[in-house]
């Protein structure tokens, strides 16, 4: 077992690691084998105070410190996670059930994201506009807002910590970090280790492990943090922006999604049939983006459905340790028993079951199912595990009808042999994003990276990033007198 899990199970706060002062403890634990990984005390509302009142004091400072010097700590922030990727690989693997396939997509996109943070360091901070006044010069300054709280899921734990952690950071800002109770070490630990490790001074990132039962809305509500930035169910989300809007504050929010990969009557259906087992079955299903529906246009509908559950049933069940492992566990038994219900409740309601998958603990072999009633429920929620709806469809009206048939407008994505005919659908479907003739999971950073609807709000990566953890100051300055009318 990785040191990890020994070394890092506690509170990093103020450039310390102390264990918090909760009454209980959070157990994290392997969801493939159940062995117990660390345990660690929660912190409580005033740990949370503290690791804010932490991040405000040594931001003053890391807002002066300059561009060049902020993205050295990223560049040396990247090259540890280089270094480590054996060992945060296996903790990948361990906390979160996670293939080694995913984790090393996982590790790719984080050092995307560390890479393209420390170039965010260099952007302009200042631009001068023109006045319609005379001698008189517009200045526009570009600042941090100050201290961001960041709250991530347990999916990508890592990823999704980094993606706004290391940009707040390269931007000037002092962070808090909350991870998900499931994957403390890969979420929030590790995160803060390899900062610590790379030179960031103390006090500007800060990790608290703990729970709303401890906490209540303590870290959405604290007077510090200007942004929260969070990922995760819509349901908490929804939470997360009232609170959040109640004391004026900004949220990015990253939540679920109901994707659907399209197969048009053009499609090369080999091709297609890739995509969408991939796009559905990546991390068991445990990804924002992945198609919950598999939309098939009817004229290739049986060519399609027998490529694509032969090659769903080759897909290889277990040990997440194993290399050749493809469907690892779900994150705990809890979400095996939802999925499993899923199915029970799909086939009640009339679903043709092509395949149904068996659970054993927190292992769910995958399900495809097909002639699911078009007003069912199931068709238009998330499904955050290895289950696949099969919909044929008769022409593009349709297609574009059913998947936009959802509150959710995450992605999604469309095979087609006419490009320009996939991105006219695509430019029809309610989404913030959709992909043409490729899969449905995809996040590159310096594209905007968000949802409409019930998907979320604002935008990550990039430019966007940079407009969600500054803010725009004016300062005008007048050459010569100004002329009143009185």
Not at 92 to 117: D, Q
Not at 434 to 441: C, E, I
Request: hydrophobic letters at 45%.
């Amino acid at each position: 077992m990785s040191s990890c899990f020994t070394d890092l199970a506690q509170q990093y706060i103020d450039g310390e690691w102390r264990p918090g002062s909760g009454s209980w403890d959070i157990i994290d634990f392997n969801p493939y084998d159940d062995e117990k990984l660390a345990s660690i005390t929660i912190a409580t509302a005033d740990e949370v105070d503290l690791a804010y009142r932490a991040a405000a004091r040594a931001q003053k400072q890391w807002a002066e410190t300059t561009p060049h010097a902020r993205r050295a700590i990223l560049e040396k922030a990247l090259r540890l996670v280089e270094e480590r990727e054996a060992e945060i690989t296996e903790v990948l693997v361990a906390e979160l059930g996670g293939t080694r396939l995913k984790a090393g997509f996982e590790l790719h996109l984080v050092k995307e994201f560390l890479r393209a943070s420390a170039q965010l360091a260099l952007r302009p901070e200042e631009t001068i506009l023109p006045s319609p006044a005379e001698g008189k010069e517009n200045r526009l300054y570009r600042v941090p807002v100050g201290v961001v709280g960041v709250i991530s899921p347990f999916n990508f734990p890592f990823l999704l910590s980094v993606k706004s952690v290391a940009p707040a950071l390269a931007l000037g800002n002092g962070v808090v970090l909350k991870p998900h109770q499931n994957t403390p070490i890969a979420g929030g630990a590790l995160v803060a280790k390899v900062f610590e490790d790379a030179g960031l001074p103390g006090g500007l990132l800060n990790v608290v492990v703990t729970d709303i039962a401890e906490i209540g809305d303590a870290f959405i509500e604290h007077p510090v943090p200007k942004v929260i930035s969070f990922a995760g169910s819509d349901a908490v989300g929804r939470h997360v922006a009232t609170v959040c809007a109640a004391h004026f504050k900004r949220v990015v929010l990253e939540m679920g999604g109901n994707s659907a990969l399209v197969v048009l009557d053009d499609a090369d259906v080999d091709y297609a049939v890739d995509a969408a087992v991939f796009s559905r079955y990546v991390h068991q299903g445990q990804v924002c983006m992945a198609a919950n529906r598999v939309l098939v246009d009817r004229s290739v509908a049986e060519e399609f459905t027998e490529k694509f559950v032969a090659k769903v049933r080759s897909l290889k069940v277990g040990d997440p340790r194993d290399p050749q492992t493809v469907i690892g566990p779900v994150i705990n038994c809890a979400q095996a028993s939802a999925l499993t219900g899923v199915v029970e409740q799909a086939v009640a309601e009339g679903a043709r079951a092509l395949l149904r998958g068996e659970a054993s603990g927190t292992l769910l072999s995958p399900s495809v199912l097909t002639d699911l009633p078009a007003d069912s429920a199931l068709l238009r929620q998330e499904v955050f595990g290895p289950v696949a709806f099969l919909i044929p469809f008769d022409g593009e009206e349709e297609a574009v009808r059913i998947v936009n048939d959802t509150p959710y407008g995450l992605g999604g994505a469309v095979h087609t042999a006419d490009v320009e005919r996939g991105v006219a659908f695509a430019r029809r479907i309610d989404t913030g994003m959709f992909h043409v003739n490729d899969g449905t999971v995809h996040d590159e950073p310096l594209v905007p990276f968000g949802g409409e609807k019930h998907s979320g709000l604002g935008r990550l990566n990039g430019e966007a990033t940079v407009d969600a953890f500054t803010t725009i100051k004016w300062i005008s300055v007048q050459h010569g007198r100004s002329a009143f009318p009185f």
